[in-house]
């Protein structure tokens, strides 16, 4: 079983600061996305990453895939309330099946006027 | 947005009976999937399909079967519903499998009494 950890599970900070969201496994995945995820509604895809290394940036949010494929972050500049949300990391991996997509527990991300 | 409706939102029900859940999609996109949300264990994979009358099972299989006899409708039936099959299910649609990215629809909330 592929796992996927993600940390912290809760943060909680004011409006301008940054933060840094962890996702790791001792797996290797073939690529990476990043969704989030709003009370009441279903995930929606932030960003995918594939490539050892990348880094991408989505406006105020800058994310990278570790150089291994193992992990990757999310960190957030200048955070606004409009952040508030949860943020779910997913690998996709092979297996002899074929590829799976597998999600993290997700942070909950509350960023206070 | 992919156009993907669930029905119902909310449900109610009690141990034992069989409970349907549909989704719908307007997009026509090849994949669709079932993931149940649970605290602490984030999104896990139910039943997907590839194709008209093609499924394959999930991580969290047991106690789950589904039916897509169209294109745009993908059922998830509980058979007979227990106490640990509450939670929010969740419905996805995708172009070209799990490496891509993945559209959710709104959820539904399930209680089984």
């Known amino acids: 079983t592929q796992l996927l950890e993600q940390s912290p599970q809760f943060l909680s900070i004011q409006e301008g600061e940054n933060l840094t969201v962890y996702c790791n496994s001792s797996?290797?995945?073939?690529?990476l996305q990043w969704y989030r995820q709003e009370p009441g509604e279903g995930p929606v895809l932030l960003v995918t990453?594939?490539?050892?290394?990348e880094v991408k940036k989505l406006k105020r949010l800058t994310f990278q895939f570790g150089d291994a494929r193992k992990d990757s972050s999310l960190h957030i500049t200048a955070a606004q309330p409009g952040d508030t949300g949860l943020y779910l990391c997913?690998?996709?991996?092979?297996?002899?099946?074929?590829?799976?997509?597998?999600f993290g527990e997700g942070t909950q991300l509350t960023v206070n006027p | 947005d992919a156009g993907i409706t669930q029905s119902p939102r909310h449900k109610v029900t009690e141990t034992g009976t069989p409970v349907t859940l549909r989704c719908h999609q307007t997009?026509?996109?090849?994949?669709m999937y079932w993931y149940r949300q649970d605290p602490g264990h984030g999104l896990r994979l139910i039943h997907y399909?590839?194709?008209?009358?093609?499924?394959d099972k999930g991580e969290v299989s047991d106690g789950y079967s589904v039916s897509r006899s169209k294109t745009e409708d993908f059922l998830l039936t509980l058979e007979s519903a227990t106490s640990s099959q509450t939670s929010v299910y969740f419905c996805?649609?995708?172009?070209?499998?799990?490496?891509?990215?993945?559209?959710f629809g709104p959820g539904t909330r399930l209680t089984v009494l």
């Open positions: 399909s590839y194709g008209v009358k093609d499924t």
């Open positions: 997009e026509n996109h090849r994949y």
């Open positions: 997913a690998g996709a991996g092979k297996r002899a099946s074929g590829s799976r997509l597998t």
């Open positions: 990453v594939v490539t050892g290394g």
């Open positions: 996805a649609t995708g172009l070209a499998g799990f490496t891509d990215t993945q559209y």
């Open positions: 797996s290797v995945f073939s690529s």
